[in-house]
């Protein structure tokens, strides 16, 4: 037990959050990859090619977005993928190129979303369902309504939606500002709202939480409520960039967006969120698939990429994971020691 | 301060050339900086029953987990029969016939008292005959009647302390420990306890008794040993040593007088006031606290007193009344009306990964916030105001909480509970792992705030503590209050003799004493066994046929039903092994790709015009791979800490990539002749279907009666108690990934058959729909229970559903619907069937 440095009070306050060693690796990473990149493989980061790339990595960064909230629960959602498919075929197949049409589209894809999460909170919060099983029964019933609404063939994407989700402004795509407004109003409510405090208090220690007469349970299953919402808007994302969006559009983004959260930093046992560092990420994420294809890593490589980069991710936090395991044995062993 | 000089071996008229069974020289343990045993030295000779004397916290269970290897101790060395041995571990201490019964019994609740004793014995143990009458012998040597096949978690707790003393008498032990034993028997097994004690003495056995009531002491010891904060006080025999002499050893620590001066004057108005309160460990509580009066809760460790704590704060459920300001307060609005202070800071008190400000204010945000936003003066204001008041001493205000001193962290813990501006306030060990200087502070803080009106309750297991803090000390002994003392009445002897010499005994705390359980029929026993959804399942998976006949006659054709299970087999093998993975209470996303992936690699070896060596040589290449993905899942979770999801998510992407380097698109067509041998059926029943129930009854039955399964089930009901039954931990875990990927290759092989092609993009689905099939099967995903033969009947259902779908005309979606709705109702059934059966004890 060894005493701090006697600091009187008046001196609190000055001292800022230092820096998460998520943020750090993330962005050091990151600013390794743009310079090989620069040098190796400058069509990835030219503007012709970002243009390109950008779109997809502000859409992981959005469902990462939506990923992280549950994770910090402490939860897991599978259904990511039935809720990105479910929003991309509600947005194109409704309207069906009629750009009247697209508005009522929208609404009834949020509405849906918000179904899907309360369901999946209540399973998970209430019933206390594993978070696994409870979304992977999500997943297949959302992909049942996919079918139901699309039978599974594609539908051309409706021209406002891609002017809205996938055009330009200023030679930015639209994606991005999405993804940054979003990446804004997670961190304001998160960080600067009572309620937001309250969720992360719950994802650090449930228990303490539950101790201290919070309520555990309603904030856990509103995770799952949110996450869908985002995986709503990257859907809505996808269906505006991609000209011709399949039914499974969400299948390929359920690992990025694990590999996105665990690399930011958020433990899969629960804990403090990133939203910064997880959208940086993503971009990393993206950036890395673009410079191994520029190099000459065949495309099949790419997700033997993405799993390295996922066993480094928890491999430098595993570090941190191992001291907060010490502080949990020995509380376990006060449990056998209780003389 | 009367400190009694060791005596040797000679003084106590043991025979000195007899050697020690158990000698512990200069012994010393340390948690992080915290010393829990300082320089012990102890004899312990055969033939007799030591006991070892002192309060909470003396450093008893220290010890006892250091001989029987669950700790290493810091410094110093253990001697048994004159060897010395290091490093002991538990399953070393069982060869050299150390045997234990736990304080908190090592009883595995998954496992069925049968299976608990025969994972906790040596084999041996059972050799010589019927195991089951074996068994029934031991449990009624001690007086516990209750059938082999119950689950040990249906047993009540006395009859879980006997099953653990049951264990620990089985053998003939050398030295047998018994911590603190008695706490939950009634007088006959008490008496039954000590009358089997005395005749293994008899015969040799060197005893060690631990204990902390002088009552037991007279009646079962030869010679005691005193701890007090972790030192030697003293050894003595039994008959020469007064209870005074003892009690001036237990307690005697004198504390520098700076507690702050207690309440003075008449009775003060009562604003707190507890009646009949009776809940889970406790019952019939009933106090006053008067304004300005700190009431003390004291006893000896778990006699109810942190139950009662815990209801005070509304975090269980009672029944009576709580007063507040004369007002009963409703049951739900108790957790946030009080303040809890929990004795576990670590786990219930702070939040590890979040900053000083943010543990402290966690409660009040709402009075820092306007319509919601967070106002970061006011916050900040406050805290700086609170942590002045209390004197905390900190870095920042944003400093990581677990960087402060032990007693900083509780500081901060009471400021949150002051800034939620508390009805009251329940502290629990408020002192525990804090350092002398702050402990004084918390005092301070403490009396203020009673002073300033509001109701604090503290309870501690440091009786001097008490005496210096509180105006009524209310002393609990087998969850009922013993003693209440007030003013000049309240030292530590008298609240340390009050909990020591209390002799209840046969608590009624709610909960059945000992007593025959014989009235469980087999019917009743099968619906609570793992097995029990297998009945419900075959009927399901037999109406749905018979219903879908109805619809479609085609439906029960040969064709229809032999390639039903047909992809029920690949499936079953795979959901096998997804079983053994949720057994061990993890799970494995990876075997979908696994699977795809072998069929991969076979598709290079496996082909038409391979000779018979290249083909052998495939199916080789496929189990080895196989065992290798699942080592290195198990050893990245035992070893680097990764949690099962993840380590077998990384795992998912990376077989995903390596499939597509292996082969970009379908190519290299398997060996027909292969595949009719696969494919081959007797009538229409695939004999590859027989075999999977083959290997499912097979694997049932090893998961029921051999060592493995046990230690299986074991690891995935309590890793802890598995532990310290000596199981080999991570071995087992890594062996069971082993496993699961393995059968994972068994079911590959059958994927290979039905696909006939390598395709990198084939498998994926088995990992979803195999957790699934293990879902519908009944296993639980907390680990330790589970079935095979659910598992199976899981797939077939499965499989006949998505099969019925088309038959029906249905579309597709419903495939998908079928599957949602299947997973999430089965689930929700068995959380339902679960939960009931666990409330009613």
Redesign the interface.
């Known amino acids: 037990?060894?005493?701090?440095?006697?600091?009187a009070?008046?001196?609190?306050?000055?001292?800022?959050?230092?820096l998460a060693r998520g943020f750090v690796t993330v962005a050091a990473s990151t600013i390794v990859l743009v310079i090989l990149c620069l040098i190796f493989a400058p069509s990835a980061v030219s503007y012709g090619g970002l243009a390109g790339s950008l779109p997809f990595a502000a859409v992981i960064a959005i469902v990462g977005l939506g990923q992280m909230l549950v994770v910090q629960q402490g939860g897991?959602d599978?259904s990511l993928a039935g809720g990105v498919s479910l929003s991309v075929v509600m947005v194109t197949h409704y309207p069906s190129g009629d750009n009247a049409q697209l508005l009522p589209a929208v609404m009834i894809a949020f509405s849906l979303a918000i179904a899907a999460g309360l369901a999946n909170g209540f399973?998970v919060g209430v019933?206390?369902?594993?978070a696994?099983?409870?979304t992977?029964?999500?997943?297949?019933?959302?992909?049942?309504?996919?079918?139901?609404v699309s039978?599974?063939v594609p539908r051309t994407t409706t021209p406002l939606l891609a002017q809205i989700a996938g055009g330009k402004t200023l030679g930015i795509p639209h994606s991005v500002f999405f993804a940054l407004a979003i990446l804004a109003l997670v961190t304001f409510v998160m960080k600067?709202?009572?309620?937001g405090?309250?969720f992360?208090?719950i994802g650090?220690?449930p228990?303490?939480?539950?101790?201290?007469?919070?309520r555990v349970r309603l904030y856990q299953a509103m995770a799952y409520v949110c996450a869908q919402l985002h995986y709503c808007v990257a859907g809505i994302m996808i269906a505006g960039i991609t000209r011709e969006p399949t039914a499974f559009q969400g299948d390929a983004l359920l690992?990025p967006s694990?590999?996105v959260v665990?690399l930011a930093g958020t433990s899969?046992?629960g804990?403090?969120g990133f939203p910064v560092t997880t959208v940086i990420a993503a971009f990393f994420l993206n950036l890395l698939s673009q410079f191994a294809l520029s190099v000459g890593v065949?495309?099949?490589?790419?997700?033997?990429?993405?799993?390295?980069a996922?066993?480094f991710g928890?491999?430098v936090y595993?570090i941190q994971?191992?001291r907060?395991?010490t502080?949990?044995e020995?509380?376990?062993?006060?449990?056998?020691?209780?003389? | 301060m009367t400190v009694i000089d060791t005596i040797t071996a000679s003084e106590t008229g043991h025979n000195p050339v007899t050697a020690p069974a158990l000698r512990l020289t200069g012994v010393t343990k340390y948690?992080?900086?915290?010393a829990?045993l300082v320089d012990v030295s102890v004899d312990i000779y055969p033939g007799e029953v030591h006991a070892i004397l002192?309060e909470?916290?003396?450093?008893?269970?220290?010890l006892m987990?250091i001989i029987s290897g669950?700790?290493q101790p810091s410094e110093g060395k253990l001697e048994v029969a004159g060897d010395p041995v290091s490093p002991m571990t538990p399953s070393r201490s069982t060869e050299l016939g150390i045997s234990i019964a736990?304080?908190?019994p090592a009883v595995l609740n998954d496992l069925t008292v049968l299976e608990n004793l025969r994972v906790a014995l040596p084999d041996e143990v059972f050799a010589g005959g019927d195991s089951l009458k074996i068994a029934r012998d031991m449990l009624d040597a001690v007086g516990l009647h209750v059938p082999l096949n119950a689950r040990a978690a249906d047993l009540p707790v006395p009859q879980r302390h006997l099953l653990e003393i049951a264990k620990a008498l089985a053998v003939q032990p050398r030295i047998l420990i018994m911590d603190e034993p008695t706490a939950a028997l009634d007088q006959d097994a008490t008496d039954m306890l000590f009358a089997r004690i005395r005749a293994l003495a008899a015969q040799g056995t060197a005893v060690i008794y631990i204990t902390h009531r002088m009552a037991e002491l007279r009646q079962i010891a030869d010679r005691v040993t005193v701890l007090r904060d972790g030192r030697m006080r003293g050894t003595s025999l039994a008959n020469d040593v007064t209870d005074q002499a003892l009690l001036d050893m237990i307690v005697g620590r004198s504390l520098v007088s700076a507690f702050p001066p207690k309440a003075v004057g008449a009775a003060a108005t009562i604003n707190f006031a507890v009646r009949g309160l009776t809940g889970k460990n406790f019952s019939d509580v009933s106090f006053d606290v008067g304004r300005g009066r700190i009431i003390g809760i004291a006893g000896v460790?778990?006699n109810g007193q942190a139950e009662l704590m815990r209801a005070l704060?509304?975090?269980l459920p009672y029944t009576g009344q709580v007063l507040l300001n004369g007002d009963a307060l409703k049951a739900d609005t108790l957790?946030?009306t009080?303040?809890?202070m929990?004795a576990?800071r670590?786990?219930?008190?702070?939040?590890?990964?979040?900053?000083v400000?943010?543990n402290a204010?966690?409660?009040a945000?709402?009075r820092?916030?306007s319509g919601?936003?967070?106002n970061r003066s006011r916050e900040?204001a406050d805290?700086?105001d609170i942590?002045?008041q209390l004197?905390?001493?900190?870095?920042?205000?944003?400093?990581k909480v677990?960087?402060?001193?032990?007693g900083?962290q509780q500081k901060i813990v009471m400021s949150?509970a002051l800034l939620?501006r508390p009805g009251y306030i329940i502290a629990d060990q408020p002192t525990q792992?804090v350092?002398v200087g702050a402990r004084f502070e918390i005092y301070r803080i403490l009396r203020e705030v009673s002073d300033a009106g509001t109701p604090v309750i503290v309870n501690s297991s440091d009786a001097a503590e008490l005496e210096g803090l509180c105006d009524t000390v209310v002393v609990m002994s087998r969850g009922r209050v013993a003693q209440v003392l007030e003013g000049d009445a309240i030292t530590e002897e008298r609240i340390v003799g009050a909990a020591v010499q209390a002799e209840t005994h046969a608590p009624n705390m709610g909960e059945p004493t000992v007593q025959v359980q014989k009235s469980r029929g087999g019917w009743r026993h099968l619906v609570q066994s793992d097995n029990a959804t297998a009945i419900p399942l075959a009927a399901v998976i037999v109406l749905l046929g018979l219903y879908v006949f109805g619809q479609n006659a085609n439906y029960l054709s040969a064709f229809n039903i032999s390639n039903i299970l047909l992809l029920a087999t690949a499936l079953g093998f795979i959901a096998m092994g997804q079983t053994i993975a949720l057994l061990m209470g993890g799970?494995d996303l990876s075997v979908g790709p696994l699977a795809g992936f072998l069929v991969v690699v076979g598709s290079f070896f496996i082909n038409d015009g391979q000779g018979a060596s290249t083909i052998a040589l495939g199916f080789v290449l496929m189990f080895a791979c196989a065992a290798v993905v699942g080592a290195v899942n198990g050893s990245?979770m035992r070893y680097?800490?990764?949690?099962p999801?993840?380590a077998t998510?990384?795992?998912?992407?990376?077989l995903?990539?390596?499939s597509?380097?292996l082969r970009?698109g379908p190519g290299g067509y398997i060996n027909f002749t292969v595949m009719d041998w696969l494919t081959w059926k007797l009538g229409p029943i695939p004999v590859a279907f027989i075999v999977l129930i083959v290997f499912g009854i097979t694997a049932e039955i090893l998961l029921r009666r051999s060592r493995g399964g046990w230690q299986l089930r074991a690891v995935g009901s309590d890793e802890?108690a598995a532990r310290?039954l000596g199981v080999r931990v991570n071995r087992v875990f890594i062996l069971g990934y082993v496993a699961v990927s393995l059968l994972t290759a068994c079911g590959a092989v059958m994927l290979m058959a039905q696909i006939g092609v390598g395709d990198?993009s084939q498998g994926i689905t088995y990992t979803?729909s195999s957790?699934?099939a293990v879902?519908l099967g009944g296993t639980s995903?907390r680990g330790g229970r589970g079935t095979f033969i659910g598992t199976i009947l899981g797939a077939v259902l499965l499989t006949e559903v998505l099969n019925a779908v088309s038959f029906l005309g249905l579309?597709?979606?419903?495939?998908?619907?079928f599957?949602?709705?299947?997973?999430?109702v089965a689930?929700?059934i068995y959380?339902t069937a679960r939960s009931r059966a666990e409330a009613p004890t």
């Open positions: 037990m060894t005493q701090t440095a006697d600091i009070a008046p001196r609190l306050g000055l001292t800022q959050i230092p897991f599978l399973l019933m206390r369902l594993n696994i099983v409870a992977i029964g999500m997943n297949a019933l959302l992909y049942g309504v996919v079918f139901a039978g599974g600067k709202t009572a309620a405090r309250r992360e208090v650090a220690n228990l303490a939480a539950h101790a201290a007469g919070l690992l694990v590999a665990v899969l046992l804990g403090r065949p495309f099949s490589a790419q997700t033997i990429i993405q799993a390295l996922l066993v928890i491999g595993s994971w191992r907060q395991n502080i949990k020995k509380s376990k062993m006060e449990d056998t020691d209780n003389a | 948690f992080a900086s915290v829990a002192g909470n916290g003396a450093g008893k269970s220290t987990n669950v700790l736990y304080q908190h460790d778990g704060a509304g975090l957790s946030r009080a303040a809890y929990p576990d670590h786990e219930e008190g702070l939040a590890a990964d979040l900053t400000r943010e204010t966690f409660t945000l709402d820092f916030a919601g936003v967070m900040l805290v700086r942590f002045g004197a905390v001493k900190t870095p920042g205000l944003d400093a677990l960087s402060l001193s032990g900083n949150r939620s792992g350092d799970i990245l680097a800490n990764f949690t999801i993840a998510l990384a795992m998912y992407i990376g995903q990539g390596l597509f380097v970009d802890g310290r990198p979803l957790i699934t879902v995903l579309s597709q979606a419903y495939q998908y619907f599957q949602g709705a299947l997973i999430v689930a929700l959380a």
